[in-house]
């Protein structure tokens, strides 16, 4: 066995699990040299959330944070979260668009794009792949892990080997709810590792209280690669903590090379701006603890809270459990889609509709029409004959490709936006949100004019 891997997400997935995104590049600069010392595999710096949150709360260029982390990290791969055909955003773009935005993903600095499709369709991924090996980076492709009577692990195994026919030069198990436990990601890893002749990661939360021992015994069942956060941001809803992790296997065969004392020195670093989003409320201490509820209803953490606060909303908390009882069987009507974005929106929804209204798809909102004709990809299995007459009526569901149906965007963009255009980025800035990225062009534009008055 090979040392044991480490990706650190302190820079995207950990602040993204507990202040919704908000650490600013400014406060990630002074740290960066020091993380580039640790002899981590990779950092995890880019995509998810994190672009949408520049433009909207930050106001702030994502492409300029890529660049600065690049010009400050010289020895640790650059990492990114691609939602496959959906990029960073909530719908599938044509072909075109996921062609140019993975080539300047690549060119402004990221070297491994993790790409994942909501509903495990690797149709929705094909696309991606293809674009980042075709413009030298590392593609790696992933499974969501999630649990049905389906979702066997002969058929992850499957998924794997077919994301490595595609090209993905490594595979990752994404565990986006904390859902999978010590003996079963043991039986997991050694299941794909005997299929695959690629690296396989394994990334958890430690949301239900089973990340560390999930890692544990992962890495004795051969996985190459574990996602972990700095302690400051780690736990919680986050990943597991770094530190522990390394030093659980120092001195073992597995001993991951990394320095406990660079790390410290990065964790004291991380330290202060952890107390600063606790003493504001950025950072709520009720996403810091063990959350059992994601294994009872397999609902992740940030779905269950935006229940509770739409149910507030209709005044109608009481139904809180009916809501998380209504969630399972509205996933089973639509072929078991592992619950992440977009489908776990779609589905928390139904459920909400569904108890509220007193029947059962009396009222279906457009995107659950949409998951249930196919216009996000293929469910794990068919939705039987008589939900799919309740959910579309007699509108015929579609067997191709999504992004088969959509016409190439980017030329119609660019001449939308022409008054604002400075480089290639600021398009596929637009193209992704069209309104965050217009409001960040005009101050922009106004910054430049009047320099003085920083706004």
């Known amino acids: 066995m090979s040392k044991l891997k480490i990706t650190e997400t302190i820079l995207r997935d950990a602040h993204q699990s507990l202040i919704a995104t908000r650490m600013s590049t400014d406060e990630m600069e002074p740290i960066l040299e020091t993380l580039d010392q640790a002899g981590y595999h990779a950092l995890e710096m880019w995509g998810g959330a994190t672009f949408d949150t520049s433009l909207r709360f930050l106001n702030e260029d994502p492409w300029e944070r890529l660049r600065l982390i690049k010009s400050k990290v010289k020895n640790t791969k650059l990492q990114m979260l691609l939602r496959g055909q959906n990029l960073l955003g909530y719908k599938n773009y044509s072909d075109d668009v996921v062609d140019e935005f993975v080539r300047l993903s ?8 993790r790409i994942f499709d909501a509903l495990n369709d690797t149709r929705n991924m094909e696309t991606s792949i293809k674009a980042c090996k075709k413009y030298g980076g590392h593609p790696q492709g992933c499974i969501a892990y999630t649990r049905s009577p389906v979702h066997t692990n002969e058929l992850f195994v499957k998924l794997a080997v077919e994301i490595e026919a595609m090209g993905a030069e490594s595979i990752c198990i994404k565990d986006m709810a ?13 299941d794909i590792k005997n299929a695959i002749k690629i690296p396989l990661e394994l990334h958890t939360h430690a949301t239900s209280g089973l990340g560390s021992t999930t890692y544990l015994k992962a890495v004795e ?10 302690s400051p941001f780690g736990e919680g809803t986050s990943q597991p903590s770094t530190e522990p992790l390394v030093a659980t296997f120092q ?6 090379g990394i320095s406990l004392e660079v790390l ?23 996403v810091l603890g063990v959350d059992i509820n994601a294994l009872l209803y397999q609902v992740p953490g940030g779905m269950l809270s935006n229940l509770v606060s739409q149910l507030k909303v209709q005044n109608a908390i009481d139904k809180y459990e009916d809501v998380l009882n209504e969630i399972p069987k509205v996933r089973e009507d639509f072929g078991y889609p592992p619950l992440v974005t977009p ?28 998951l249930a004709r196919g216009m996000y990809g293929r469910p794990a299995v068919p939705i039987k004959e008589e939900i799919l007459k309740k959910l579309i009526g007699d509108d015929e569901p579609i067997s191709v490709r999504p992004a088969d149906l ?23 800035t637009y193209v992704l949100f069209p309104q965050q990225a217009l409001e960040y062009f005009k101050k922009r534009k106004e910054r430049e004019k009047n320099p003085e008055n920083q706004i």
Do not use: C, H
């Open 178 to 190: 904390g859902l999978l436990d010590p003996y079963n990601a043991y039986n997991l890893v050694k």
């Open 406 to 428: 959509l016409e190439p965007e980017l030329k119609k963009a660019k001449m939308e936006i022409a008054t604002y255009m400075k480089k290639d980025e600021d398009l596929l």
């Open 106 to 113: 690549i060119k402004n600095g990221i070297d491994i794009i």
């Open 343 to 370: 489908s776990s929106q779609i589905i928390g929804i139904q459920a909400v509709l569904n108890v509220l209204l007193g029947e059962r798809y009396k009222m279906v909102p457009k995107e659950a029409k949409d």
């Open 221 to 230: 069942a051969g996985v190459d690669i574990i996602d972990t956060a700095l």
């Open 251 to 256: 001195g073992t065969e597995y001993d991951t």
């Open 264 to 286: 410290n020195k990065a964790a004291n670093y991380f330290r202060p701006l952890r107390d600063k989003a606790l003493e504001s409320g950025l950072l709520d201490p009720k």
